[in-house]
């Protein structure tokens, strides 16, 4: 089975939050309540701007968590969409 995003939703994989020590090593943190970054896996019929494989920036309490086979998703709106990072 897959999930199949409609109309202008995205669906994407939350972007673990990373800090920093102060030596430079970088420590993965299981706290997403502030991290607003994710990668983009499938975009609905209606997405316009935004494409599977982009990473974006979204706007705070935008996100709705589903759990789907044992993975954690979020889907947002295209319209909650507030960056892409390029690289």
């Known amino acids: 089975m897959e999930i199949k995003p409609y109309r202008d939703y995205i669906l ?6 990373e800090s920093q ?3 430079g090593l970088i420590i993965a943190t299981g706290n997403n309540a502030e991290q607003k ?36 998703y979020i889907l947002i709106r295209e319209c909650d969409v507030i960056a892409k990072i390029c690289k």
Request: aromatic content about 6%; hydrophobic content about 35%.
């Open 37 to 72: 970054k994710a990668n983009v896996l499938k975009v609905g019929d209606g997405c316009k701007e935004t494409v599977a494989g982009d990473t974006v920036v979204f706007k705070a309490y935008a996100a709705d968590d589903i759990e789907f086979e044992g993975n954690d």
């Open 21 to 23: 020590t102060s030596s």
């Open 12 to 17: 994407c994989e939350r972007l673990e939050k």
